[in-house]
Nanobody
Framework: QVQLVESGGGLVQAGGSLTLSCRIT?????????MGWFRQAPGKEREFVAA????????YCADHFEGRFTISRDNAENMFHLQMNSLEPEDTAVYYC?????????????????WGQGTQVTVSS
């Protein structure tokens, strides 16, 4: 059984930084998998933030996060992270980590078959 657990959320002031982490446990073929971060603000749809292939260096990031958010992985620890810099109040949301083990677009949330419970990020002004 695959389990994903996020950590690192919390309260941060605008302009600050925060690092989210996702730990993967259970059976999964990570060599062909994609890991991703999504977020969902109140009243909004869950949106794509960033994704990274477990093997290789293929990475993806939504345009409006480019330069502020960086996704990375630690293969030995079965973890991946989201480094968030220059945070704004508009970044306030529940952030979810997810893993895609099937085909499909990395931007499509429906393509991810495993999800964490989410971690709250609140950015104050």
């Amino acid at each position: 059984q695959v389990q994903l657990v996020e950590s690192g959320g919390g309260l941060v002031q605008a302009g600050g930084s925060l690092t989210l982490s996702c730990r993967i446990t259970g059976s999964i073929n990570l060599s062909i998998a994609t890991m991703g971060w999504f977020r969902q603000a109140p009243g909004k749809e869950r949106e794509f933030v960033a994704a990274l292939a477990w093997a290789g260096h293929s990475s993806y990031c939504a345009d409006h996060f480019e330069g502020r958010f960086t996704i990375s992985r630690d293969n030995a620890e079965n973890m991946f992270h989201l480094q968030m810099n220059s945070l704004e109040p508009e970044d306030t949301a529940v952030y979810y980590c997810a893993v895609r083990s099937l085909g499909g677009s990395v931007y499509w949330k429906g393509g991810y078959d495993s999800w964490g419970q989410g971690t709250q990020v609140t950015v104050s002004s």
